[in-house]
């Protein structure tokens, strides 16, 4: 079983549409989970972390987080072409502080 | 531009060249990463190290060698790789607080090798 799981799309939505982007994890003592965005050929870079169980928003972005389910997802509302990218979903170890499971990605597209 | 810089950004060597990649991180962090991106792949963590001891190296081929003088400077020796090593190796850095929640990774810009 993969530690973290992301539908790899490709994702494409009209600009102005909701994205969402889902994540699943294996680890039940994983604490800490993150959402990066990475434009093609350019490395990740972070949008959004989480900790807590619940919704955690950031402007366009909304970040949601179910530990029962095992389940972390990112919502960007009113999408734009520049959000399109491959998004990221990492979740720690926990059983070790600091190291991190990432997904494969998936690649969103939003076309004008 | 980020905290975190890598240099040489492109490389290409043969199977026999031996060469260096440096990361330098700004954010006064005390932990730093190697990963590697290959297409298709989940980003594989290489090496950690904090204040300057390596704390993990998952299973990495001998072939690669890291080294950490400092809490602000990382290096990975390169040296009689194969053409599947060719991949983006990225270099992170987080400030790791013993018994805390975990810290976000900050990236570079990344080093894009191919070996022929």
């Known amino acids: 079983q993969k530690e973290v799981e992301q539908n790899s799309g490709p994702l494409s939505v009209p600009e102005g549409a909701i994205a969402s982007l889902n994540c699943t994890y294996s680890d039940r003592g994983s604490q800490s989970f993150f959402w990066y965005r990475q434009y093609s050929g350019k490395s990740p870079e972070l949008i959004m972390s989480?900790?807590?169980?619940g919704d955690k928003e950031d402007g366009r972005f909304t970040a949601q987080l179910n530990k029962a389910s095992q389940y972390v997802s990112l919502l960007i509302r009113d999408s734009q072409p520049s959000d399109s990218a491959t998004y990221l979903c990492?979740?720690?170890?926990?059983?070790?502080?600091?190291?991190?499971?990432f997904g494969r990605g998936t690649q969103l597209t939003v076309w004008p | 531009e980020t905290g975190v810089t890598q240099t040489p950004r492109h490389l290409v060597m043969g199977m026999t060249n031996k060469k260096s990649l440096k990361c330098e991180q700004h954010?006064?962090?005390?932990?730093m990463y190697w990963y590697k991106q290959s297409a298709k792949k989940p980003l594989e963590l290489m090496f950690v190290?904090?204040?300057?001891?390596?704390?993990e190296n998952n299973s990495v081929p001998s072939r690669f060698s890291p080294e950490c003088p400092n809490s602000s400077h990382l290096f990975l020796h390169l040296h009689t790789l194969q053409p599947e090593d060719s991949a983006l190796y990225l270099c992170?850095?987080?400030?790791?607080?013993?018994?805390?929640?975990?810290?976000?990774?900050?990236f570079g810009p990344g080093t894009r090798l191919t070996v022929l």
């Open positions: 989480i900790y807590s169980n």
């Open positions: 954010l006064g962090h005390n932990a």
């Open positions: 190290y904090n204040f300057k001891e390596q704390t």
């Open positions: 990492a979740v720690d170890r926990g059983s070790t502080l600091g190291r991190l499971y």
């Open positions: 992170a850095s987080s400030q790791d607080v013993a018994g805390e929640s975990t810290d976000t990774q900050y």
